[in-house]
């Protein structure tokens, strides 16, 4: 009885995985519908990167739609080294189209008054510094700002559109922000895409160094991030949605 219990489980989880392909195909389609729209309209475009493994799928999506859109990588100064040697190995072995941007102030400048890095004691003027600051020149320059946050990721998340108002009169364009956990690694899997090199070592939200720790038990993944600091969003993120 029990071989035939696993077998109906199984047949019931290759049959969810079915599904859950074909959803993503659509999806695909739809993202690719949509970049074909955004171009019609004479508009330039770019995807921005945190190059961890759930990025991938939507860039490798973008890049197989079209291979010359510019893929941005914010380089804050502050990131794992696994981080930059992942970056360069997308760009080596996958052949991504990324383009490493940094912030015009230097980290001498980033001090508070007790001489302490910013990012000890105001971490929303750090983030404002390394990761909004180097962006605003693509922002003038781009139209459409293609990102892969998702709902599910956190609240300020979870109440985006899929298509929003970007400051510098720019669109900001979520192609993936419905995607589950388990789409995002269906379609890892199916590609065959890599882990950046730090999953395998419990982290599973990845940012800067001093902002980030590994996962423990009953964790939520972006809790992972800026812990014990009044802070759970990226001022990317918040500072650059036009809420006029
Ligand atoms: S995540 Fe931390 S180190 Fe990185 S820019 Fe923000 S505050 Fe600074």
């Known amino acids: 009885m029990e071989h035939v219990a696993q077998a109906v ?18 999806h695909c389609r739809q993202i690719e519908d949509d970049l074909n729209q955004f171009k ?15 990025s991938l799928p939507l860039l490798d999506i973008i890049h197989s739609i079209d291979p010359k859109i510019p893929v941005y990588f914010i380089d804050t100064g502050y990131h794992f080294p696994e981080t930059i040697l992942f970056k360069d ?16 102030v230097n980290r001498y400048q980033q001090k508070d008054s007790d001489g302490q890095l910013l990012y000890t004691s105001d971490p929303d003027y750090c983030c404002y510094i390394n990761k909004v600051l180097p962006l605003e020149p693509i922002l003038k320059e781009y139209d459409v700002w293609i990102s892969g946050v998702r709902a599910s990721q956190s609240a300020f998340r979870s109440d985006l559109g899929k298509v929003g ?23 890892k899997n199916a590609k065959n895409l890599p882990e950046h090199p ?3 070592q419990g982290y599973s939200s990845i940012g800067c160094l001093p902002c980030t720790r590994k996962a423990e038990v009953g964790m939520d993944p972006r809790e992972m991030r800026w812990f014990g600091l009044n802070k759970t969003e990226c001022g990317l993120h918040t500072e650059t949605m036009d809420t006029k």
């Open 198 to 200: 730090l999953d395998e």
């Open 165 to 187: 108002k970007g400051t510098f009169d720019t669109i900001k364009y979520h192609p993936v922000l419905e995607w589950t956990n388990q789409m995002i690694y269906a379609y």
């Open 9 to 26: 489980d199984l047949k019931s989880f290759f049959h969810n995985q079915m599904n859950m392909i074909s959803e993503i195909d659509d």
């Open 89 to 104: 190995r997308l760009k080596k072995e996958y052949g991504y189209h990324i383009i490493e941007l940094s912030s015009p």
């Open 40 to 54: 019609r309209q004479g508009k330039k475009l770019f995807l921005s990167s945190s190059l961890q493994t759930h």
